[in-house]
């Protein structure tokens, strides 16, 4: 009997047989060093995505067999999205294992953002979801930015256990994993990463020195972000990949702020006052009057309001939220996409998104 082989790039058996179903590689590919799939192949070469028949519950179910095991949990937060790429029932999932909390993408956030305000809210964030990690750290995988620091981190904790890299779609996880190998062997990108959520379909084990194993688990679809409402080749508009630029806008009540055609805040009343956006520096920001809003979007959906830019390209329904600001600042956050600060107590805002996006407020994470 053959043995398996796993694609490196994403995790999944290999198999020749059938070029429509996962883990397909020609037979050729079987005789390189390393093995990737067709898929992770394309996706490497071309950046093209191909659609995956795994289902959420397919990648849940993976993830609760590490509930079964002891071992090290690394959770791992896009700090740009952290609701948005919160793994939901993470300790049920991971049992009694010890949680170490990492938030990345900290380079996309200004650079005036006080690192330590940030933990401290990420560390109050994660007690109001019923989780008590060993420890909150910080780091840019892509722009290698604390992780040295994240990997002495593991290495202390792990006590000679074997280490799970967890977390939703899109949050680094791979970018991470591969920075660590290429630190350690000097190899460039083994485990396949993009920009597109699901790469990883697979457990991915990487040998440790003492014998025992760091996992890269497949990326838990969060449906509530934007990310699965908007084309592929909109991904480079609404995912930032550079620090954001806070844009400041001057409200009088009756204003309107739309985010492309993704997301619409409606300053409802509450005197004039500043609103800063943190969207990616690329999205389009259209400030107009409120009773001029729902005119604007049914006219000029896909046109002047994008991305989507294509106007036959139909979003669900927009779904209306209604927000008091009570503390002097507040966030009100739009799953995936950014988030928008209103400055001052006493607020009346009404947020729209598509039926399905997550919008919620928060306590202002920048100060």
């Known amino acids: 009997m053959s043995e398996t082989i796993f694609c490196a790039g994403c ?31 394309r996706l490497k070469h071309y950046h093209e995505i191909q659609d995956v028949s795994l289902t959420d519950d397919d990648f849940l ?27 939901p029932g993470l300790q049920r999932l991971v049992g ?50 604390g992780i040295q620091e994240v990997a002495e981190a593991i290495d202390y904790y792990r006590q000679g256990k074997d280490v799970y890299i ?19 062997t000097g190899e460039e990108e083994v485990i396949t990463t993009s920009n597109f959520p699901g790469t990883t379909l ?3 084990d990487i040998p440790l020195e003492d014998g025992c194993t760091l996992y890269d688990t497949p990326g838990v679809v969060n449906q509530h972000q934007v990310a699965h409402y908007i084309q592929d080749k909109e991904y480079k508009i609404v995912m930032p990949k550079k620090e954001i630029k806070p844009k400041v806008f001057q409200l009088n009540e009756a204003q309107t702020l739309f985010l492309g055609g993704l997301a619409r805040l409606d300053y ?56 008091v600001i009570k503390d002097k600042e507040m966030d009100i956050v739009f799953s995936g996409l950014g988030w928008i600060t209103v400055k001052g107590t006493d607020a009346h805002v009404t947020a729209y998104a598509p039926d399905g996006i997550g919008v919620m407020i928060r306590k202002t994470i920048i100060q």
């Open 61 to 87: 179910k993976m993830l609760s067999k590490i509930g079964q095991t002891n071992a090290l949990v690394v959770n791992i937060v896009d700090i740009f999205d952290f609701s948005g790429s919160w793994v």
């Open 202 to 204: 697979n457990f991915i």
């Open 11 to 41: 995790g999944i058996p290999i198999q020749t047989l059938d070029k429509n179903q996962l883990g397909y590689a020609p037979q050729s590919a079987l005789m390189r060093e390393t093995v990737i799939c067709q898929r992770c192949f």
């Open 166 to 184: 967890v977390g939703c779609t899109n949050v680094g996880k791979s970018t991470f994993i591969n920075q660590l190998i290429h630190q350690i």
């Open 268 to 323: 409802v009343r509450g005197g004039r006052r500043s609103l800063v956006v943190y969207v990616s520096n690329d999205l389009n920001i259209h400030r107009t009057k409120q009773e001029n809003a729902d005119r604007l979007y049914e006219n000029q959906y896909g046109e002047l309001l994008k991305p989507p830019s294509d106007p036959s390209y139909k979003l669900p329904e927009m779904k209306r939220h209604d927000f």
């Open 96 to 145: 009694k294992n010890p949680i170490l909390m990492v938030g990345n993408k900290v380079d996309l956030l200004p650079k005036s953002t006080n690192k330590n305000k940030l933990t401290n809210w990420m560390r109050h964030e994660v007690k109001e979801l019923g989780l008590k990690p060993l420890d909150v750290l910080l780091m840019s995988a892509e722009k290698k930015i």
